[in-house]
T-cell receptor, first 112, second 111 residues
Framework: DVKVTQSSRYLVKRTGEKVFLECVQDMDHENMFWYRQDPGLGLRLIYFSYDVKMKEKGDIPEGYSVSREKKERFSLILESASTNQTSMYLC???????????FGAGTRLSVL | RKEVEQDPGPFNVPEGATVAFNCTYSNSASQSFFWYRQDCRKEPKLLMSVYSSGNEDGRFTAQLNRASQYISLLIRDSKLSDSATYLCVVRGKDSNYQLIWGAGTKLIIKP
């Protein structure tokens, strides 16, 4: 079974803090994604990566950055957290060219 | 207009009933279509892909109508465990990696 692991299920941070969300997958998938999910809006793509050290902006990259130093790990960074970044963050991975995305359990981030 | 639109519901349905809901998409060049299921406070998981000819998996049937640009999901003999949010997902011809997600339809099966 594909396993995508996100480092934290719940996080509470203060405005202005730097926040790291980590995601690790164990199936040697090339592609990895970071989404945020808000009520009524569905999943919105923040960044994705199709290879080590490669990254592409998604639909809502502002206020975020990412890092992919190793194939299995994709990190999402909030340089200076703001209250409007309170959300559920979901990491996903997939094989190159494949449609099916496998998700981690999600990190519910609250920025106070 | 959203690229992928779904009725948010909730659909309240008695156990054993048949329920169906649709999802419309705006990009006529969309190539691939999926239904994902998301339980409360859990991650989305693939329920089924949607093929041009329609496809069935047990009690679940998915249909694609390209002319009217919608996909549908029908659930027969609904179970309590079918209660979840059903997400419609579309992949465009030119989006190599990106999927476009609907906001989901919430389904509640009542005993």
């Amino acid at each position: 079974d594909v396993k995508v692991t996100q480092s934290s299920r719940y996080l509470v941070k203060r405005t202005g803090e730097k926040v790291f969300l980590e995601c690790v997958q164990d199936m040697d998938h090339e592609n990895m994604f970071w989404y945020r999910q808000d009520p009524g809006l569905g999943l919105r793509l923040i960044y994705f990566s199709y290879d080590v050290k490669m990254k592409e902006k998604g639909d809502i990259p502002e206020g975020y950055s990412v890092s992919r130093e190793k194939k299995e790990r994709f990190s999402l960074i909030l340089e200076s957290a703001s209250t409007n970044q309170t959300s559920m963050y979901l990491c996903a991975s997939t094989l190159s060219g494949a449609n099916i995305q496998y998700f981690g359990a999600g990190t519910r981030l609250s920025v106070l | 207009r959203k690229e992928v639109e779904q009725d948010p519901g909730p659909f309240n349905v008695p156990e054993g009933a048949t329920v169906a809901f649709n999802c419309t998409y705006s990009n006529s060049a969309s190539q691939s279509f999926f239904w994902y299921r998301q339980d409360c406070r859990k991650e989305p998981k693939l329920l089924m892909s949607v093929y041009s000819s329609g496809n069935e998996d047990g009690r679940f049937t998915a249909q694609l109508n390209r002319a009217s640009q919608y996909i549908s999901l029908l659930i027969r003999d609904s179970k309590l465990s079918d209660s979840a949010t059903y997400l419609c997902v579309v992949r465009g011809k030119d989006s190599n990696y990106q999927l476009i997600w609907g906001a989901g339809t919430k389904l509640i099966i009542k005993p």
